[in-house]
């Protein structure tokens, strides 16, 4: 069993940047590869990022490619994302999940999920 607690969610002004944090606590976090995603208000969830196990490959939605940036920190059971150049359309809850698997894309490749923190960006 593992619990993910995000934090670092706030309001902020369109180009503006975040750092979310999501602490892992249970199973060693380093066997879990770990993702972003994002849930807009009245919308679906949709992937943001994703970082293999040992933080070395990554991957991003097109949408958030060159203003995000995923890093893990195996000794502090965390996982990051920084947010840059923050848009409107970037505000949603923002989940962190992880997965016994490779890194993924699809959210049902995903075991377990955190709570959510809810990002805000004012035009």
């Known amino acids: 069993q593992v619990q993910l607690v995000e934090s670092g969610g706030g309001l902020v002004q369109a180009g503006g940047s975040l750092r979310l944090s999501c602490a892992a606590s249970g199973r060693t976090f380093s066997t879990y590869s770990m993702g972003w995603f994002r849930q807009p208000h009245g919308k679906e969830r949709e992937f943001v990022s994703a970082i293999s196990r040992s933080g070395f490959n990554t991957y991003y939605a097109d949408s958030v490619k060159g203003r995000f940036a995923i890093s893990r920190d195996n000794a502090k059971n965390t996982v990051y994302l920084q947010m840059n150049s923050l848009k409107p359309e970037d505000t949603a809850v923002y989940y962190c999940?992880?997965?016994?698997?490779?890194?993924?894309?699809?959210?049902?490749?995903?075991?377990?999920w955190g709570q959510g923190t809810q990002v805000t960006v004012s035009s």
């Open positions: 999940a992880a997965t016994f698997g490779t890194m993924a894309t699809n959210q049902n490749s995903y075991n377990y």
